[in-house]
């Protein structure tokens, strides 16, 4: 079985400031990774996903995570937030096949202009 | 991807009484996903739907308390039945391509799933 940790459940941070949102996940094989966005009153999208390769990874819309295996994490960053990114983000965890999804407690993100 | 439309956006329903969420997918899909959203928590998954099969369910959740339909590999339909202040949630249907044969690629399947806009259920 595997689970996802999102340590921080809120995070305000102020227009055009970095982030992180954390996510730390376990599993006892390997795994695939996930960010989603839920904005206010939508169903979730998906981020950005780590399926193999290159360990860090990038959305469309200025997000990068990068896998670390020996921290068994999948932090989320951006350099430059903008109001539009307020948000709910949640980090998924699967071992892949017909293995079912884990998604971590979510970590709201507000920016404050 | 896959866009997904689910039916009633949101709804205020009485206790003891039921409601049938729909699901609609544009693309045909072996595997549909039922998640139940609770106020401040992360997405639990209530069952998965495959066309022509019986519903699976996770632990904790029920045939009879969710009853699923999954008439073709466009649709499928979740009941919550009974209702309690306790089952307001929001309800979202999923579909994950990454496990579907029609869209599997190599080295695949790779569960990327991806989610109806969701159903807001008040129960009062």
């Known amino acids: 079985a595997q689970s996802v940790t999102q340590l921080d459940s809120q995070v305000p941070v102020f227009e055009e400031a970095p982030v992180e949102l954390r996510c730390n996940y376990s599993s006892s094989v390997s795994v695939y990774l996930f960010w989603y966005v839920q904005y206010p009153n939508q169903g979730l999208q998906l981020l950005l996903k780590?399926?193999?390769?290159?360990?860090l990874v990038e959305s469309i819309n200025g997000f990068e995570a990068e896998f670390n295996k020996s921290q068994t994490s999948f932090h989320l960053r951006k350099p430059s937030v903008h109001i539009s990114d307020t948000a709910e983000y949640f980090c998924?965890?699967?071992?892949?096949?017909?293995?079912?999804?884990?998604f971590g407690t979510g970590t709201k993100l507000q920016v404050i202009p | 991807s896959a866009v997904i439309s689910q039916k009633p956006s949101r709804d205020i329903c009485q206790r003891g009484t039921s409601l049938t969420i729909q699901c609609q997918v544009d693309s045909q899909v072996t595997m549909m996903f039922w998640y139940r959203q609770q106020p401040g928590q992360s997405l639990t998954l209530i069952a998965t739907?495959?066309?022509?099969?019986?519903?699976?369910?996770e632990s904790g959740f029920v045939i009879d308390k969710f009853p699923i339909s999954r008439p073709n590999l466009t649709f499928s339909t979740l009941t919550v039945s009974n209702m309690s202040p306790e089952d307001s949630s929001i309800y979202l249907c999923?579909?994950?391509?990454?496990?579907?044969?029609?869209?599997?690629?190599?080295?695949?399947?790779?569960?990327?799933?991806?989610f109806g806009p969701g159903t807001r259920l008040t129960v009062l």
């Open positions: 780590y399926l193999s390769g290159s360990t």
């Open positions: 998924a965890v699967s071992p892949g096949g017909y293995q079912k999804v884990t």
């Open positions: 739907a495959n066309q022509g099969s019986e519903a699976t369910y």
């Open positions: 999923s579909v994950d391509l990454g496990r579907d044969p029609r869209f599997r690629r190599e080295g695949g399947p790779y569960n990327e799933q991806f």
